[in-house]
């Protein structure tokens, strides 16, 4: 297993993700506890050290599960995650509430790590707000020994996680990420990997291979790869991908099948990043496949400034790429929940003063009319 430090520390380089833990049932709550067991005995095994769980993972089964199962190892064999469920805007009031409740679910004493969960644009006001005090209240459960240390996810844009970052950079150890190599290009995920190393924050990463589905997007495009390295899948080569990057600490991955983590344990037992030609070549692939599923806005800006209504097109755009792109998911619609009144996709008057300037000449009031479509669909919006 390969280990990097962090403060000291030796964790593993893949993590124990307890999102998706295998199931009894079609019931996401309906944990199936033996497989589990099995699946954490033999990660233990392996070298394993890292285990990550939430309040809101399998309907709020998997910290108790996770909790049962740990607690027959020894305390100091295994460090424990888990996280302020921020993205519930209902909760902003009850940290010291759900807190408690988290380490009696789990039953410890304290958290190895801890982390300010999911900072968004749908919550970021809320955690910058003085009101809250939630990260003030985890930064006082750290010095009373009941947090490690203290960190923070993040799925927002760029610019909320600078400032969060402004406003509580000192009392951050370390940031969570969605990284892969789509989202490195299409979340941004480059430049908030290079701000997080020049501001000396580690970085843990989410979503590898982005639920599993980075191995469908990819395979039109495996040939390219097998030329250079002929026995290799999509999954060896994110994960190489990840190693190519000192500044990531550990990697965390759903743990639901045994032949699955078997295949994930594997790929970590030595370092083996890419080359600057494999990275070259991954990277070209990357950009075809992009080009050859989404709406080519390039951020000119030229759009927004003949918007009657304000609108700010690439953003949506963005948002509708990220959407079609991964079919589905939370990130689309959380970001056009937290636009401006008046300034949605449906709020669209579809008058093609926007698509006369468009450079790439783009429609973009079929695009919008298309996205508010998508969103009615939903089912929170149904």
Not at 187 to 199: F, I, N, P, S
Request: proline share 5%.
């Amino acid at each position: 297993m390969i280990y990097r430090d962090f403060k000291g520390l030796r964790i593993s380089g893949m993590a124990f993700g307890a999102m998706r833990l295998p199931l009894r049932s079609g019931d996401n709550s309906d944990v199936d506890e033996e497989k589990t067991a099995e699946l954490v005995e033999y990660c233990m095994s392996q070298g394993v050290n890292y285990y990550d769980t939430a309040w809101g993972y399998h309907g709020g089964r998997s910290e108790r599960v996770m909790g049962e199962i740990l607690g027959k190892y020894p305390r100091d064999s295994f460090f424990l995650a888990d996280k302020f469920p921020g993205y519930d805007l209902s909760n902003m009031t009850k940290p010291r509430e759900i807190f408690e409740e988290q380490l009696r679910k789990c039953g410890v004493d304290y958290f190895d790590f801890y982390l300010i969960h999911n900072v968004c644009e749908t919550n970021i006001e809320q955690y910058l707000d003085p009101k809250y005090g939630i990260v003030p209240y985890f930064v006082e459960m750290k010095k009373a020994g009941k947090i490690r240390h203290l960190g923070f996810s993040c799925h927002s844009n760029f610019a909320n996680m600078v400032r969060f970052l402004d406003a509580y950079g000192k009392e951050m150890e370390f940031c969570q990420i969605q990284l892969n190599y789509i989202d490195y290009r299409m979340q941004d995920a480059k430049r908030k990997l290079e701000y997080l190393a020049g501001a000396g924050i580690p970085v843990w990463v989410m979503e590898p291979l982005r639920g599993g589905k980075i191995i469908s997007l990819t395979e039109p495009f495996m040939d390219r790869l097998r030329e250079l390295r002929p026995d290799d899948g999509a999954v060896r080569w994110a994960f190489r991908f990840l190693q190519s990057f000192p500044e990531v600490t550990t990697v965390l991955t759903g743990v639901s099948d045994m032949a699955q983590t078997e295949e994930k344990i594997a790929l970590f037992e030595r370092e083996e990043p890419l080359s600057g030609r494999e990275m070259e070549v991954l990277m070209s692939v990357v950009d075809d496949l992009l080009r050859s599923s989404l709406v080519p806005c390039t951020s000119c800006r030229y759009c927004t400034s003949h918007c009657p209504v304000g609108l700010d097109i690439p953003t949506i755009i963005d948002l509708y790429n990220e959407h079609r792109f991964s079919k589905g998911g939370f990130i689309a619609p959380m970001g056009v929940a937290a636009l401006p009144r008046g300034k949605k996709p449906s709020d669209c008057i579809g008058c093609g003063r926007c698509e006369r300037v468009c450079p790439q000449q783009i429609a973009v009031a079929g695009v919008m009319r298309d996205f508010v479509k998508i969103l009615a669909k939903l089912p929170s919006n149904s």
